[in-house]
């Protein structure tokens, strides 16, 4: 009987145990309930209001590891295959068709451990900054009155961000550990707009402020990761290319050579400077490169590499940036007047009354990153000619099931009954919006899958002739498409442009930045390389 009772306390102490945050190391277990409330929201997670910690806790922990520890498991094959293919790994076509078969493969290559993601989330403040360009880590700093010294430079604005972080969310009031969107109140919609589209996350639909932070909130700490993988990937490359630069090699260069060597490595070297001094250069350059330096990390040796490879990816970051924004403001220079203001309106932007082609563009320039409102009436602009004549007939409208039935009626005709329609309903609310947009909701993929293929030449042209855009004369209906979707994706995307998978996006964006890196310490490893090269047949000759 005394066992019994032994055993029956021992079961609700492990129970108590179990179910208590008390004995948990979840991240979470600390956090203030509104953390909690913005963990879910931020997740779509329902949760009843009012509600008591200990609901809010227990919603939190059921949904954890399929956001936090084990996000891959919510994956489709194609990301699943796509993550595998970016760490080097192959699958083969049997696996690719069991998804079971690519969680188990992505599960041992996945980025960090269980552990590793708690201790994390019990401290944002180590790595949440680190995706934000410089401009913003300043703005932070000035914002929240936290003093940087002269030159600001990347390193010394993460190190005051972060060490200022908490008194930062002190002074406004709010929480740290899970922050609200007092961390982003520096950011305007279109940095927000633009952070996702970098890293390759699609800006919700319909938007607002609060669900741009919230999406930029979730999806930092994956793009966190990747770019933590790339950094270390480039960081191998540099110290597997200059492992082969000896002492021997270093004594062996010429006062030529050695100035070559430090040229295309950036290193700085001051006028009159000896070849002793040149040489002594060289191996600190190479010893900061390795990591055999007293107190060297791996985040300085890298830096060393490349005199500051925070600078340098935020410098190529914003040249790849820059670029695409060139590129889009090259397209919009020949666009129509009335697709200037389609632009503005498909993004919810007054237009004001009399402005004229310049000022249209310089608007549009402006919320180049703002993401389209939802649903508007230029959902259609890309909708098949048969898609529309579905559309409309099954509308339930009487004027559009007319204009569907219209013999000879083109696709523009159809564009703008069903346009017309949209208006409507918008206007009228309730039921009849609800019902056009639940119907947009489950057409749109099959509606705009592979769009333009069937598309006749006479619509694309006339599509073209919206923008203002003339078809070179003799012109392919292969080029005409592929015309058609330029616009089309800059009309859409802004200075974005889509991507199959987030982590397809992920991996391009890092690319633009990490492949000039790469292709500066290439230079120096292939200089390195050559000199060694050199250097050894000069030996075997004087042997």
């Not at 961000?161 to 008194?167: G, H, K, L, V």
């Not at 930092?220 to 990761?225: E, I």
Request: charged content about 25%.
């Amino acid at each position: 009987m005394r066992i019994s009772a032994a055993l029956f306390s021992l079961a609700v102490v492990a129970d108590v145990a179990l179910g208590s945050s008390w004995f948990s190391n979840a991240a979470y277990n600390k956090w203030h309930e509104t953390e909690l409330e913005r963990w879910l929201s931020d997740h779509d997670v329902p949760y009843p209001t009012p509600a008591d910690r200990k609901q809010l806790e227990k919603l939190v922990s059921e949904n954890w590891d399929s956001w936090v520890t084990t996000p891959y498991k919510n994956w489709d094959s194609a990301q699943l295959s796509e993550y595998l293919k970016q760490k080097g790994i192959e699958t083969k076509q049997s696996a690719g068709a069991n998804k079971d078969a690519l969680v188990n493969q992505v599960s041992g290559t996945w980025y960090e451990t269980e552990d590793k993601a708690q201790t994390a989330w019990g401290s944002v403040k180590d790595w949440i900054l680190d995706t934000w360009t410089d401009s913003q880590l300043k703005s932070f700093c000035d914002y929240h009155g936290i003093p940087v010294p002269q030159p600001r430079k990347r390193d010394t604005l993460l190190q005051k961000a972060r060490s200022a972080y908490e008194t930062a969310a002190e002074k406004a009031g709010e929480t740290a550990s899970y922050p609200g969107n007092w961390l982003y109140s520096t950011w305007s919609e279109s940095d927000l707009k633009e952070w996702l589209d970098t890293h390759g996350i699609p800006a919700p639909q319909p938007t607002t402020r609060d669900k741009l932070v919230a999406s930029v909130r979730r999806n930092s700490r994956l793009a966190y990761l990747r770019a933590q993988e790339q950094k270390a990937k480039a960081q191998a490359s540099a110290e597997a290319a200059y492992a082969s630069v000896t002492d021997k090699l270093i004594d062996a260069w010429s006062e030529s050579q050695l100035k070559e060597f430090c040229d295309k490595n950036s290193i700085n070297v001051p006028q009159g400077t000896k070849v002793n001094q040149l040489r002594a250069l060289v191996r600190k350059h190479r010893a900061e490169i390795m990591g055999d330096t007293v107190g060297a990390s791996a985040a300085s040796a890298y830096g060393a590499a490349t005199s500051n490879v925070g600078e340098n990816v935020a410098k190529a970051t914003d040249a790849a940036s820059q670029a695409k924004t060139d590129a889009f403001n090259k397209v919009i220079d020949t666009w129509s007047e009335s697709r200037l203001k389609a632009y503005l309106d498909a993004r919810g932007v007054p237009v004001p009354q009399g402005s004229k082609v310049d000022e249209l563009r310089a608007l549009v320039r402006k919320h180049s990153h703002k993401a389209a409102s939802g649903w508007t009436a230029w959902t259609y602009d890309d909708y098949t000619y048969d898609n529309l004549k579905t559309y409309l007939a099954n509308s339930g409208n009487a004027a559009a099931k007319k204009a569907s039935e219209q013999a000879g009626a083109t696709r523009e005709d159809l564009v703008k009954a069903a346009q017309a329609y949209y208006a409507s309903a918008s206007s009228a609310g309730g039921d009849t919006y609800a019902s056009v947009t639940s119907y947009l909701a489950s057409a749109t993929d099959s509606a705009k899958a592979n769009t333009f293929d069937t598309w006749s030449e006479s619509d694309l042209k006339a599509y073209l002739d919206s923008y203002g855009i003339p078809v070179p004369q003799g012109s392919k209906i292969n080029e005409i498409r592929a015309l058609a979707r330029k616009q089309h994706t800059y009309f859409k995307y802004g200075t974005s442009s889509p991507s199959e998978t987030i982590l397809a996006r992920l991996g391009e964006n890092v690319k633009g930045g990490w492949d000039w890196v790469l292709s500066q310490l290439n230079m120096g490893a292939d200089a390195a390389k050559n000199k060694a090269q050199q250097a050894k047949e000069q030996v075997h000759k004087e042997l």
